[in-house]
């Protein structure tokens, strides 16, 4: 009976030390970026040695995919099920560029540098992977209900993913001084317009 819960202690003590290095390193990927986030400072801010963030992560991969999770699980994107059920396409756009642009202001500094770090860290775009499918799957489901065909359904597509980039908000919202809600406005009245026949 002791031996199992001796057993048991350590487990929790291994998980205990598991999840400060992962909060260590998502902590330094979100102030000094992912690139820049060596093993001695994560071991340093988890208050481990180096081959104890060895041991529980063998490799970059699997660091980089336990400190995705993390941060995702603490700042999940827009659920799209808010917007799914909404019949006008203007509508659903509006409504899930609104929340597409609170959630971009809420993990601004992350996004900013993982955006940075994609040169820098070829795996790390395999590790968003999911997230990136995720952005896919928004952007199909805005499609939807506006027109599609030929050279229109071009420019809309072209447009609506421009509007939930994580870069058109940052420019336009911090370097052009729009509020989200106008950027809304001027998204949606862009891609009204790309969606009209030219001719």
């Not at 260590?24 to 001695?40: M, P």
């Not at 900013?112 to 775009?125: F, G, K, S, T, V």
């Not at 599609?148 to 370097?175: I, K, N, P, Y």
């Amino acid at each position: 009976m002791a031996r199992k819960y001796e057993m048991k202690r350590r487990a929790v003590r291994q998980e205990e030390t598991r999840q400060r290095i992962v909060t260590a390193a998502v902590a330094l990927h979100q102030t000094v970026g992912g690139a820049r986030a060596t093993i001695s400072a994560i071991a340093a801010r988890a208050g481990v040695e180096r081959p104890t963030v060895y041991r529980h992560f063998p490799d970059e991969r699997s660091l980089l995919t336990a400190c995705t999770s993390h941060y995702l699980a603490l700042n999940p994107p827009p659920d799209t099920a808010m917007w799914e059920g909404l019949s006008d396409p203007t509508v659903r756009l509006c409504t899930a560029l609104a929340a597409v642009y609170a959630f971009h202001r809420r993990t601004e500094q992350m996004m900013a540098h993982a955006m940075h770090d994609l040169e820098d860290m070829p795996m790390l775009r395999e590790v968003l992977a999911p997230y990136f499918a995720y952005w896919n799957r928004v952007l199909e489901t805005l499609v939807a209900g506006w027109p599609c065909e030929g050279e229109r359904g071009r420019r809309v597509r072209a447009v609506m993913g421009h509007a939930l980039d994580f870069r058109t908000w940052r420019s336009l919202v911090h370097e052009q001084g729009l509020t989200d809600s106008e950027l809304v406005a001027l998204m949606s009245a862009l891609v009204t317009a790309a969606g009209t026949d030219a001719g």
